[in-house]
């Protein structure tokens, strides 16, 4: 009995490999996006929590120097707000770019295990039909000497 080898077995390892490589940068890309998400809500945050600040030390009647030190960081807050912003935009692409390479993998992989799928079919096919070649051979000879008998 012969065993299947499948002549492309090298393209289907290696497309199964892309694969794997393209979920881990996909999952690198996620984590990438949570952690710039997570810096973004801190800042957020930070932000309001300097903006009750500035309104308690209003009403208190704090010195003008101090309310606008207070507006001047809610200021520079702001636009490391807008800087983190566009990092989550830059990371949502990325994860967006991951997510298109995974798919047009995941394709790939596919035709080639349907190739290598088709050939083991085909293999069988021709395996099977020379056993029953065999079995009709072997059927053929007992009916000649049962005839002859």
């Not at 996909?26 to 930070?46: F, Y």
């Not at 997510?99 to 295990?113: D, N, Y």
Request: aromatic letters at 6%; hydrophobic letters at 35%; one cysteine or more.
């Amino acid at each position: 009995m012969a065993a299947f080898r499948y002549a492309y077995q090298s393209i289907v390892n290696l497309k199964q490999s892309e694969t794997t490589q393209a979920e881990w940068g996909l999952s690198a890309a996620l984590g990438q996006l949570k952690a710039e998400e997570m810096s973004l809500e801190e800042l957020r945050s930070e932000r309001r929590r300097w903006e009750e600040k500035l309104i308690r030390q209003g009403e208190r009647g704090s010195t003008l120097d101090e309310l606008q030190q207070i507006q001047h960081f809610i200021r520079h807050l702001d636009k490391t707000i807008c800087l983190k912003e566009k990092k989550v935009q830059e990371a949502e692409k990325e994860v967006d770019q991951s997510r298109t390479i995974l798919s047009e993998r995941k394709v790939q992989e596919k035709i080639w295990m349907r190739s290598k799928e088709k050939a083991w079919q085909k293999f069988k096919s021709a395996l099977l039909a020379g056993e029953q070649a065999e079995l009709d051979e072997i059927a053929v000879q007992r009916h000649a000497r049962m005839a002859q008998s």
